[in-house]
């Protein structure tokens, strides 16, 4: 190793060290905007539009087709299927909705029930607090057994997000990657 | 030349006791010895949660937030939490060496204060040999560090510990070489005289010569500090205490992201707290040792004498004057450390020694080769600076045309990927 090479080489070290020190440093000046962290419990992070959360039950809406509960892949912890369905025969001959159930001890948020509703009764929810406890027995796996009324309270992720309120806390000037459109017929480009 | 006021304050004591002079000197040391430990734990602990602030701030992220405003509880919580956990000792290890090691390295980081001034009276002891005593004291530290290792009867944590003496013992020569450039220049071993000669009353003759001197009244002080007429012994003395101290990016010994603890796996508790505070109160011995020696003390860069002759040599205004002059320089060094760490990777264990051993050794020798020519035959220090920025600068330049060389890459623009074309592309919806 020459004496120059050494030299530059020692020369390029500072200089890049100096370099690294100035990215870091702006970062820290701008920290206000370049915030990424969300303090979740006392802040609370929207959902984007398509976001598969807990799930949202419309009762006036559902027929009593318990289709989605033959789409069910799991069983549940207390019940026989994830998805419990209580109903009765009313005067019309029409099924009439009792109580339905979803086991969040057991369901996996496969979204085959929502896929397999013709009614738009079962939707995407934006809701990911799902952990409950119980102020007299804490950890009560039967806490997890969601009624129909607070289905029916959770909020929906279609209603909730939207893109530019679901990323709002990461600041949009840095360089993120994006793709480049291709026309057709162009070669494929080196790797 | 104001004596220290710790023994002064130990003599008043003693003279109030109606005790011998002899007891009063005991005294003094005694109060200074425990106001600076006790300084260090405070700073060590703010230090720490500095370092976490401003490593996060740099990395977009909040750092501790909740254990008090802004997390200034956390690292006080920390070590009462390290306090309360049980000392786990292994069964095979060597009980008394392994309880000695953790003592020894953090003594060996306390040790250096005993010769450190603050300001013109805040010492305890001014030894003639003071830049001596502090880089053999410091140098302790590997004695401990093995010694812990080996006790712990670990073979992961004595190999860590073999890397980490190879690592501070090959960054002990440099560390000294560098020290000595500004050691000819004052003409002194010792801090005080150090920063005196800092000050221009030994080493007047960068003032007298320039014709910057007559501006702003003869107040340019900050041109006789050492960094201006060493910049190269500076940077390699930081460099050497950086790689000394194990911190990033020569934090080879214990990189947290991947060997957890190295030497100091098998610790918990005090005595692992020990070692980490061992590790921060380096830092600080380092940055406290670069203000003293290039950046001239507890010196103001502007006005210095007319500040101290209104108020006084020895006052108490004027101490804390000092002291805050002092504490900002350290302060300012503290966090440069810490954002190195931000910013920096860490190097190969064969880049770490290359640059120990081929480059930081022959550049300080040549240093001091200069340095001691210039001193000898007496050449004005502005010749010195002059001549040091100038290679300094053509080091830079070099490296700046390398970095031109290199293939270029935009920050500001965002990175663009060309998306592959697809096999069978769709012709109806058109191509994405």
Same mark, same amino acid.
């Given at each position: 190793m020459s004496l120059i090479s050494m030299l530059r080489d020692a020369g390029y070290a500072i200089y890049s060290t100096f370099k690294g020190l100035a990215i870091t440093g702006r970062n820290w000046k701008e920290f206000r905007t370049r915030k990424q962290t969300v303090l979740y419990p006392l802040e609370e992070l929207e959902v984007p539009p398509s976001y598969r959360g807990a799930l949202v039950f419309r009762p006036e809406r559902c027929i009593v087709c318990e289709l989605c509960e033959k789409a069910c892949p799991v069983p549940g912890t207390r019940?026989?299927?994830?998805?419990?369905?209580?109903?009765?025969?009313?005067?019309?001959?029409?099924r009439e909705l009792d109580e339905f159930y979803i086991d969040y001890a057991s369901c996996i948020n496969c979204y085959l029930c929502v896929e397999a509703c013709p009614v738009d009764a079962l939707l995407p929810g934006a809701s990911y607090e799902l952990a409950m406890t119980d102020p007299i027995a804490q950890f009560d796996r039967t806490r997890l057994l969601f009624g129909m009324r607070q289905l029916d309270a959770q909020p929906e992720s279609a209603s909730v997000g939207s893109y530019e309120t679901a990323y709002r806390h990461i600041t949009r000037d840095r360089p993120i990657l994006r793709v480049l459109p291709v026309a057709e017929g162009d070669p494929e480009p080196a790797p | 030349m104001p004596s220290s006021a710790w023994i002064d304050l130990g003599h008043w004591i003693a003279a109030q006791l109606h005790l011998p002079s002899a007891a009063g000197a005991a005294i003094g040391v005694f109060i200074a010895a425990f106001v600076v430990l006790n300084l260090i734990m405070?700073?060590?602990?703010?230090? =720490?949660?500095?370092?976490?602030?401003?490593?996060?701030?740099?990395?977009?992220?909040?750092?501790?937030?909740?254990?008090?405003?802004?997390?200034?509880?956390?690292?006080?919580?920390?070590?009462? /939490?390290?306090?309360?956990?049980?000392? $786990? =000792?292994?069964?095979?290890?060597?009980?008394?060496?392994?309880?000695?090691?953790?003592?020894?390295?953090?003594?060996?980081?306390?040790?250096?204060?005993?010769?450190?001034?603050?300001?013109?009276?805040?010492?305890?002891a001014d030894l003639n040999v003071g830049v001596v005593y502090v880089s053999a004291v410091a140098s302790m530290t590997v004695v401990g560090i093995v010694l812990g290792a080996w006790a712990s009867n670990n073979k992961y944590a004595l190999v860590a510990a073999f890397r980490s003496a190879a690592q501070m013992v090959s960054y002990e020569v440099p560390f000294a070489l560098a020290l000595l450039g500004p050691v000819m220049l004052a003409g002194s071993f010792s801090f005080l005289g150090l920063v005196r000669g800092d000050l221009g009353q030994n080493g007047a003759q960068i003032f007298a010569e320039t014709p910057l001197a007559g501006l702003l009244?003869?107040?340019?002080?900050?041109?006789?500090?050492? $960094?201006?007429?060493?910049?190269?012994?500076?940077?390699?003395?930081? $460099?050497?205490?950086?790689?000394?101290?194990?911190?990033?990016?020569?934090?080879?010994?214990?990189?947290?992201?991947?060997?957890?603890?190295?030497?100091?796996?098998?610790?918990?508790?005090? /005595?692992?707290?020990?070692?980490?505070?061992?590790?921060?109160?380096?830092?600080?011995?380092?940055? $406290?040792?670069?203000?003293?020696?290039?950046?001239?003390?507890?010196?103001?860069?502007?006005?210095?004498?007319?500040?101290?002759?209104?108020?006084?040599?020895?006052?108490?205004?004027?101490?804390?004057?000092?002291?805050?002059?002092?504490?900002? /320089?350290?302060?300012?060094?503290?966090s440069f450390v810490f954002w190195l760490r931000a910013t920096l990777p860490r190097v190969r264990v064969d880049q770490l020694m290359d640059i120990g051993w081929k480059f930081l050794i022959p550049v300080t020798l040549f240093n001091l080769m200069l340095t001691g020519t210039f001193v000898s035959l007496g050449i004005p220090r502005l010749a010195l600076a002059v001549l040091n920025w100038v290679l300094f600068g053509l080091v830079i330049l070099l490296g700046s045309k390398k970095a031109r060389d290199l293939p270029k890459?935009?920050? /500001?623009?965002?990175?663009t990927y060309p998306q592959r074309a697809t096999v069978s592309a769709p012709s109806a919806g058109g191509a994405r």
């Open positions: 019940t026989e299927k994830t998805i419990e369905i209580y109903h009765h025969v009313g005067d019309t001959k029409k | 405070g700073t060590v602990t703010y230090m =720490i949660w500095w370092l976490r602030k401003l490593v996060a701030f740099m990395q977009s992220r909040l750092g501790p937030m909740h254990v008090g405003r802004w997390g200034l509880l956390q690292t006080p919580a920390d070590a009462l /939490k390290l306090m309360s956990k049980e000392g $786990v =000792i292994p069964s095979l290890a060597d009980k008394a060496m392994f309880t000695v090691a953790p003592a020894i390295v953090f003594i060996a980081a306390y040790l250096g204060y005993a010769t450190i001034p603050f300001t013109p009276r805040l010492y305890v009244g003869g107040n340019l002080t900050f041109l006789s500090w050492f $960094v201006v007429a060493q910049p190269i012994a500076a940077l390699c003395f930081f $460099v050497a205490g950086l790689a000394e101290n194990n911190v990033t990016p020569f934090d080879i010994v214990e990189a947290e992201s991947e060997i957890v603890a190295g030497y100091h796996v098998e610790y918990s508790g005090m /005595k692992f707290a020990l070692f980490f505070l061992a590790e921060f109160a380096n830092t600080m011995t380092l940055s $406290v040792l670069t203000t003293l020696t290039f950046l001239g003390g507890w010196a103001a860069p502007f006005g210095e004498s007319a500040f101290v002759s209104a108020f006084g040599e020895g006052s108490l205004i004027t101490t804390f004057w000092h002291l805050g002059w002092f504490a900002a /320089k350290a302060g300012f060094l503290i890459v935009n920050l /500001k623009q965002p990175a």
